[in-house]
C-alpha cells in the first residue's frame, strides 16, 4: 500500500441498514479525517482523530460513528443509513496539523 | 461564522492565463491550501501559504494577503488537463481546515 485507501468504492445501501467505510493509511500520520462531499457544499468534516486513541467530531457527525484503535484504520460508521446520508465520502490523513492527503473516495448511495 | 468564498465556475482558453480568488473570513489562521480535484477523483494538494506574498510552483502559483483575507490561485499556460475544480481551505485557530465549496474551471480549445 501506499497512500490512504477505502473501500468499498461504491455502494448501493438500503435505509435502515448498517454500513462501515473502511480506510487505512501507510505513511504513519497522527491525524485523520472524514469528509462528505455534496454538490455545491464542498468538503465537510463528519469526524476526526488527532492520534490513536482519540476522535472528536466534526461540522455535521450526526449519523455517523468513528473509532481509531491503531494509527493506520479509521473507519466510518452508519448505524442505521438514511437517504441523505447518500454522498461521496473522502478519508484523509495528515501529519498533524499539514497538509491532508485524501484516499480516492466511497460513493455511498441509500435509498 | 467562518466562511470561505470562491467563484462557483469560471471559463478560460487553452494557452492562457486564470486567476481564480478566494476570500475568507475565519477564526484564526494557519495558513491557506489550495487542492485541485479532477472529476470523481480525491482531491490533491497544490499549494500552502502561511506568510503575504506569492509561491510559484511551475505552472500554478499561489497569493496571500492575510490582512486583507485573500488569496488567489494563478494557472499560467493552461492545458486541457487543468479542466477541474479548484478548492481554497483556511486552517483557523483550532488547527481545522475550513473548506470553500470550489471553483470549477472549463477550458476551452
Known amino acids: 500500500i501506499a497512500g490512504i485507501t477505502q473501500a468499498p468504492t461504491s455502494q448501493i445501501l438500503a ?58 484504520d479509521f473507519p466510518l460508521t452508519l ?33 | 461564522g467562518q466562511n470561505i468564498d470562491q467563484p462557483t465556475e469560471m471559463t478560460a482558453t487553452e494557452g492562457a492565463i486564470v486567476q481564480i480568488n478566494c476570500t475568507y473570513q475565519t477564526s484564526g489562521f494557519n495558513g491557506l491550501f489550495w487542492y485541485q480535484q479532477h472529476a470523481g477523483e480525491a482531491p490533491t494538494f497544490l499549494s500552502y501559504n502561511v506568510l503575504d506574498g506569492l509561491e510559484e510552483k511551475g505552472r500554478f502559483s499561489s497569493f496571500l494577503s492575510r490582512s486583507k483575507g485573500y ?36 477550458i476551452k480549445p
Not at chain 1, 438514511?82 to 435509498?111: D, H, I, K, M
Not at chain 2, 487543468?82 to 470549477?104: E, F, H, R
Request: with cysteine.
Open chain 1, 15 to 72: 435505509a435502515g441498514r448498517r454500513m462501515t467505510l473502511r480506510c487505512t493509511q501507510d505513511m504513519r500520520h497522527n491525524a485523520m479525517y472524514w469528509y462528505r462531499q455534496d454538490l455545491g457544499l464542498g468538503l465537510r468534516l463528519i469526524h476526526y482523530s488527532n492520534t490513536a486513541g482519540t476522535t472528536g467530531k466534526g461540522e455535521v457527525p450526526d449519523g455517523y460513528s468513528v473509532s481509531r484503535a491503531n494509527t493506520d
Open chain 1, 79 to 111: 448505524a442505521s443509513a438514511v437517504p441523505s446520508q447518500t454522498s461521496v465520502y473522502f478519508c484523509a490523513s495528515s501529519a498533524e496539523p499539514n497538509t491532508q492527503y485524501f484516499g480516492p473516495g466511497t460513493r455511498l448511495t441509500v435509498l
Open chain 2, 71 to 106: 488569496s488567489y490561485l494563478l494557472l499560467k499556460e493552461l492545458q486541457m488537463k487543468d479542466s477541474a475544480s479548484y478548492l481554497c481551505a483556511v486552517t483557523d485557530s483550532n488547527y481545522q481546515l475550513i473548506w470553500g465549496a470550489g471553483t470549477k474551471l472549463i
